[in-house]
Structure formats: structure tokens, C-alpha cells
């Protein structure tokens, strides 16, 4: 079963930033939460990953709370190229399997 | 273009047929993994291969089976097919086995099965 919660659909403008919440209340100490989107049935795509500290990259950042029981991926300055599904995944210690759950829906609008 | 590729990108095939799905992982990547993603159940973990060993398993079928070849390529083979079978198959690669090492996936192969 997945560990983590997230909004069915969220809706943003163009150009606005996109902030994509996760719960992972359950998560243990050294398990990672990784991000990952999937745009129609293309394959899931790698955005990004952390454990305590939050994290930046090209695509995205990643904010985990101090209490790493919530977690929240922006994208900057979203595009329509960005309306896909986002499964927030923690990452089973001593396993190396993705455990998707059902994601959120953005939607980005004109 | 995430450097993992998936042959073929359809297939379309009866019931109680057997398939072979192929895929190569990203250079230097040990580690393969499988996913089936059908309508009703998701996106699901079916195997995993480091270096040509088997790892993981997750909810693969006994008429479904595996290998990692010595190039590291690895192949999928679907036997007996069911119309339930019918779904999309991603392959993933990653550097090693560690939580720490992020999976790629490819473009996947759709099934067809009727």
C-alpha cells in the first residue's frame, strides 16, 4: 500500500507556481521521498528526490517539513507542458521497488 | 528522452498467446525493474534484476517471467495471455540498489491481448 496522501486534482494557471502537497505521516528515518510525474501514458518521469534537506533542481523543488511527516514539490513557474499526474513516493527502506499510489492530477489552464 | 528504451512500443495479440517484451537500460545501469499499469490497478511493481540476478518480486503472475541478460538488457515474457493482461509494461533502470538511486523509466509497451 502506498505511504503517502495527495489531493486527487489541483488546478494552476500558467505561469504561476504549482505547489503539490504530501502526506507521508508513517515515514520512517531513513526513507526517501521521491516525486514523479506522468504525462498521458508516457513513462513515469523522474523530477526529484530527498530525505531531510529540502532540494533543487532544474525541474522542480522538493520542501520537507523539519518533522518530515509532509512534503511539498513546486514547480516555479508552471507550463502546459507540465499537466500531467504527480505521485509523491516514499521509498521502502531494504526495498528497492516504487510503490505508486494515485497521484494528483494538475492541471495547467491558459 | 530518459535513456531507457522499450521494444516493441505495441502489441496486439490473442488469448493464450506468449509475448516477449524487451528493454535496455540506461548505460551503466545495473538494475532493471518491471511495472504493469492497467486501468483498474495502477501503476504495480512486478520484478526486479540487479546484475542478472533476481532481486524483487512484487505481484508478477507464475505465467509471467524475467531474465537480465550479460549486456544487462532484460526481457519480459507474458505466456498464456488473458484478456486482463492487456495494459501498459514499463521497464525502469537505475545505477544500483540503493533507495538513494532514482529509476528511470522508458516509454513502455502497450498490450493489446483479444
Request: hydrophobic share 30%; charged share 15%.
Given at each position: 500500500?502506498?505511504?503517502?496522501?495527495?489531493?486527487?486534482?489541483?488546478?494552476?494557471?500558467?505561469?504561476?507556481?504549482?505547489?503539490?502537497?504530501c502526506?507521508?505521516?508513517?515515514?520512517?528515518?531513513?526513507?526517501?521521498?521521491?516525486?514523479?510525474?506522468?504525462?498521458?501514458?508516457?513513462?513515469?518521469?523522474y523530477i526529484i528526490h530527498g530525505l531531510k534537506n529540502n532540494e533543487t533542481n532544474e525541474m522542480a523543488s522538493?520542501?520537507?517539513t523539519e518533522d518530515r511527516k509532509s512534503s511539498t514539490l513546486i514547480l516555479p513557474h508552471a507550463t502546459l507542458r507540465d499537466t500531467a499526474v504527480y505521485y509523491c513516493i516514499v521509498r521502502v527502506t531494504n526495498t528497492d521497488k516504487l510503490i505508486f499510489g494515485t497521484g494528483t492530477r494538475l492541471q495547467v489552464f491558459p | 528522452d530518459s535513456g531507457v528504451t522499450q521494444t516493441p512500443k505495441h502489441l496486439?495479440?490473442?488469448?493464450?498467446?506468449r509475448v516477449t517484451l524487451r528493454c535496455s537500460p540506461?548505460?551503466?545501469?545495473?538494475?532493471?525493474?518491471?511495472?504493469?499499469?492497467s486501468l483498474d490497478q495502477g501503476l504495480q511493481f512486478l520484478i526486479q534484476y540487479?546484475?542478472?540476478?533476481?532481486?524483487?518480486?512484487?505481484n508478477i503472475l507464475e505465467r509471467f517471467s524475467a531474465q537480465q541478460f550479460p549486456d544487462l538488457h532484460s526481457e519480459l515474457n507474458l505466456s498464456s495471455l488473458e484478456?486482463?493482461?492487456?495494459?501498459?509494461?514499463?521497464?525502469?533502470?537505475s545505477l544500483g540498489t540503493q533507495s538513494s538511486y532514482e529509476q528511470y523509466f522508458g516509454p513502455g509497451t502497450r498490450l493489446t491481448v483479444t
Open positions: 500500500d502506498a505511504k503517502t496522501t495527495q489531493p486527487p486534482s489541483m488546478d494552476c494557471a500558467e505561469g504561476r507556481a504549482a505547489n503539490l502537497p502526506n507521508h505521516s508513517t515515514i520512517s528515518g531513513n526513507e526517501y521521498v521521491y516525486w514523479y510525474r506522468q504525462i498521458h501514458s508516457q513513462g513515469p518521469q522538493l520542501i520537507i | 496486439i495479440t490473442a488469448t493464450g498467446q540506461r548505460s551503466g545501469d545495473l538494475s532493471v525493474y518491471w511495472y504493469q499499469q540487479y546484475n542478472g540476478e533476481e532481486r524483487a518480486k512484487g484478456l486482463g493482461d492487456s495494459a501498459l509494461y514499463f521497464c525502469a533502470s
